[in-house]
């Protein structure tokens, strides 16, 4: 049985972890390598996970591959943690994984802004209300990574039947400030920028953060989020100053390496779940794993057991 509204809207002040997709050597699904990095960040205290996003490489797979992975992910999560199902693409598609993910048993969907070049605000409107509907009621989080469709439409957004949330990854905490000034009261706003750009956000007014760090070492961002919970700034800083670096990592490339970092990481540290799809970068150059290599050894997490 989904969560109510309100339970998933409480869990987006915390975590939302964007889990991994994994393949195998064929490139095909390998769905069972997910479940001890969900475990793990589970019992680290990571409130929310998330299926089919960005880190999940979600532009890199099939409808039905998505379809795959929202199922599997929801038999893995086992209802411990809300789960969050990424929908989006061709509206013909998004609404289809928006079924899907109801029939999975997703807590909510997380609706991608089109990339598309061609997009006019009043139509993102019409397509997030088509999901909402496809959805069956299900909660939506927003996640918006372009402010530039305007605080009128973002308003309007949030003011579609079903929206509970935002998921906020635009560089931009004044105008995050506006937006949460002009959206409708009991709208989540939650920082979409992961660690890094937490404590900018959280100034202005967004509690939680997006994190894919917690694929592979989520007691660390659960440390960051309990600083950040209880306003001490220096702490949160100097946790996040600990994995600046990999961070930096993981935007070299025109942010390309985003997702290979991650996934070349759970491999030194026993949890392999293969390869990165074009066009995300791989594998990593041997500067980059030589240095990822280095993080890893500092961290202490170098081939931990399954």
């Given at each position: 049985m989904p969560r109510s509204s309100d339970a998933v809207r409480a869990a987006l002040s915390g975590i939302s972890g964007i889990l991994v997709t994994p393949f195998d050597a064929q490139d095909r699904l390998a769905p069972a390598r997910l479940k001890p990095v969900a475990d793990r960040a589970i019992a680290a205290g990571v409130q929310v996970l998330v299926t089919n996003g960005n880190t999940s490489?979600?532009?890199a797979l099939t409808t039905a591959e998505a379809e795959t992975m929202v199922h599997a992910a929801a038999e893995q999560v086992g209802g411990r943690v809300p789960l969050l199902a990424g929908v989006g693409r061709a509206l013909p598609d998004a609404l289809a994984l928006a079924r899907a993910s109801a029939k999975a048993?997703?807590?909510?969907?997380?609706?991608?802004?089109?990339?598309?070049?061609?997009?006019?605000?009043?139509?993102?409107?019409?397509?997030?209300?088509?999901?909402?509907?496809?959805?069956?009621?299900?909660?939506?989080?927003?996640?918006?990574?372009?402010?530039?469709?305007?605080?009128?439409?973002?308003?309007?957004?949030?003011?579609?039947?079903?929206?509970?949330?935002?998921?906020?990854?635009?560089?931009?905490?004044?105008?995050?400030?506006a937006a949460i000034r002009r959206a409708p009261a009991g709208i989540a706003w939650v920082a979409g920028l992961a660690e890094t750009w937490a404590p900018p956000l959280y100034a202005v007014g967004a509690r939680g953060f997006t994190s894919g760090l917690i694929n592979v070492w989520p007691s660390h961002s659960v440390a960051i989020h309990r600083a950040l919970d209880k306003g001490d700034y220096a702490a949160a800083m100097a946790l996040i100053g600990t994995m600046s670096a990999f961070e930096e990592l993981r935007a070299e490339e025109g942010n390309g390496t985003n997702v290979s970092v991650v996934k070349a990481a759970l491999a030194l540290s026993g949890h392999d779940c293969g390869h990165v799809r074009a066009p995300g970068a791989w594998p990593l150059s041997k500067a980059q794993g030589e240095k990822l290599a280095k993080l890893l050894a500092a961290w202490n997490l170098e081939k931990l057991a399954a």
């Open positions: 490489e979600f532009y048993g997703a807590d909510a969907l997380m609706v991608h802004q089109p990339p598309d070049p061609f997009v006019a605000p009043r139509a993102v409107v019409e397509y997030v209300a088509r999901i909402g509907e496809a959805g069956g009621g299900l909660p939506i989080v927003l996640y918006l990574r372009n402010d530039a469709i305007g605080l009128d439409a973002i308003e309007a957004l949030c003011r579609v039947p079903g929206v509970i949330g935002v998921k906020w990854a635009s560089q931009t905490p004044m105008r995050l400030a």
